[in-house]
């Protein structure tokens, strides 16, 4: 009996990579994790990217393909053993807006009743002038917002966080369990006297914070293609086990799977 009501309480977790500020690195970010967690670590999800002006995260897909499209046939080789061995289908992405993503996201779920999903992902807009975005990132159950150590962009970010932190309480029908923030981009020239600003403001304003960071890196730039072997971003691969280690993304992972859950 307590399984079958566990069985029936399984939702996934709705995760978004929000902010209002572009370039912080919410599409980067989000597919990274999205690999490292649905083929290293084996959760299932699937991705709605709900930003119609740019489609980052979708069109990552579609180099992905295209990459292999054009790939030799040692590459394809590659690419059909690693999907043999994975013994499953790469993720979904659904292409979608801040308007139409939970309704895309349930009816999706109500096409596949047989997968369990243990997260969806949202990757949304980074645009003031989306009227929905801040509507649907109170809804989703936790939101990541990545931020830079530059002053003018942490402005633009703190006040997402703070809007969103406020409608969550507020609004009795927000969903919103918490936001956290997320540093991404950081390097030597740094300023360590920002980041604990920030830190000790984020913390005033009871905002969540990663604990790991993610380094300013080219990492970032090693996408699927027939003539490179380390490859950290791709929709079909987990990043490459050797550039994990000073990435950040395992200790964030494990980061998300402990602390966003239901
Ligand atoms: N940690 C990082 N190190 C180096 N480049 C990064 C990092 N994070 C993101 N980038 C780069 O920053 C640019 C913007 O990232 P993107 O994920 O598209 O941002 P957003 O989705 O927030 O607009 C991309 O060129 C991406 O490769
Ligand atoms: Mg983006």
């Not at 993720?91 to 309704?103: C, D, F, N, V």
């Not at 918490?178 to 913390?203: G, H, S, T």
Request: aromatic share 12%; glycine share 4%.
């Amino acid at each position: 009996m307590q399984e079958q009501k566990n069985e029936q309480m399984h939702r996934p977790v709705y995760v978004g990579f929000g902010s209002l500020k572009g370039g912080v690195g919410k599409s980067s970010i989000a597919e990274i994790l999205a690999s490292y967690l649905y083929y290293e670590k084996k959760r299932n999800l699937f991705v709605v990217d709900c930003d119609f002006s740019q489609y980052s995260f979708y069109n990552m897909r579609d180099r992905d393909k295209q990459a292999i499209q054009n790939g030799n046939p040692a590459f394809l080789e590659r690419m059909k053993n690693h999907f043999e061995r994975f013994n499953k289908h790469s993720y979904y992405i659904l292409k979608s807006t801040s308007e139409k993503a939970l309704q895309d996201a349930e009816n999706f779920m109500a096409a596949h009743p047989a997968e369990k999903f243990d997260y969806i992902f949202f990757d949304l807009p980074g645009r003031a002038d989306d009227t929905a975005l801040v509507g649907l990132t109170v809804d989703l159950d936790y939101v990541i917002s990545p931020i830079e150590p530059d002053p003018q962009s942490l402005v633009a970010c703190m006040t997402y966080a703070l809007v969103v932190r406020d409608l969550g309480v507020s609004l009795t029908s927000s969903k919103i369990r918490q936001i956290f923030m997320l540093w991404n981009k950081i390097d030597k020239r740094v300023n360590p006297a920002v980041i604990e600003f920030y830190d000790r403001e984020i913390a005033r304003q009871e905002l969540g914070i990663f604990e790991s960071r993610l380094p300013r890196s080219s990492r970032f730039k090693k996408e699927l293609s027939p003539d490179n072997r380390d490859v950290f971003r791709s929709t079909y691969l987990s990043p490459d086990k050797k550039l994990l280690p000073g990435s950040g993304i395992e200790e964030l992972a494990e980061e998300i799977i402990r602390k966003l859950t239901l």
